[in-house]
């Protein structure tokens, strides 16, 4: 079976604090993983995709880092915004595999 | 000009009752998904339809039958609904090898068994 772990469950910060969570994946059979934002009533949509252990991916105040050996990868939030808050997922493809485990998410509250 | 829409949003029906959910996308995707939020608010891959082949089965009760009449559609059909299949259902949609198949959602569907 396998185990995708998030960490924090949740996580409450002030607006323009700065803060990161974990996915930690299987460390065999790596092939991708992705990272999604998650907004109430809405659905998830794409933040990355990475791929190479010590791929690093940037979009705005969000960033990922990937390492593929220990299995884990960081996403950091820069200056938190309200319009930050979400779920964030991570999921994992592994290699000849068609399908993402997901895990079960970090929900960010960011507070004004 | 929604991407992957799904419908209806919300399903309230009876336990016992038959109802399907509709999924379509004009992405122009190969591959099509239907996942189910659990309880837990894990989203767990149902199954998978790639090209209208079946790719992905998981352990769902055969209740449970999906339909792909094209690679731009695929239709979930529950049977004899139970009130444990009550769930938010999303489907999405991807072109799995050249993006290493990232997932573009729908918005959900609601089912509520009663």
Known sequence: ILNVEQSPQSLHVQEGDSTNFTCSFPSSNFYALHWYRWETAKSPEALFVMTLNGDEKKKGRISATLNTKEGYSYLYIKGSQPEDSATYLCAFLMEYGNKLVFGAGTILRVKS | ?114
């Not at chain 2, 309880?39 to 082949?53: H, V």
């Not at chain 2, 449970?64 to 769930?87: R, Y």
Request: net charge positive; hydrophobic share 30%; proline share 4%.
């Open chain 2, 1 to 114: 000009d929604t991407a992957v829409s799904q419908t209806p949003k919300y399903l309230v029906t009876q336990m016992g009752n038959d109802k399907s959910i509709k999924c379509e996308q004009n992405l122009g995707h190969d591959t099509m998904y239907w996942y189910k939020q659990d309880s837990k608010k894990f989203l767990k891959i149902m199954f998978s339809y790639n090209n209208k082949e079946l790719i992905i089965n998981e352990t769902v009760p055969n209740r449970f039958s999906p339909k792909s009449p094209d690679k731009a559609h695929l239709n979930l059909h529950i049977n004899s609904l139970e009130l444990g299949d009550s769930a938010v259902y999303f489907c999405a949609s991807s072109q799995r090898v050249r993006t290493k198949n990232i997932q573009y959602f729908g918005a959900g569907t609601r089912l509520s068994v009663l």
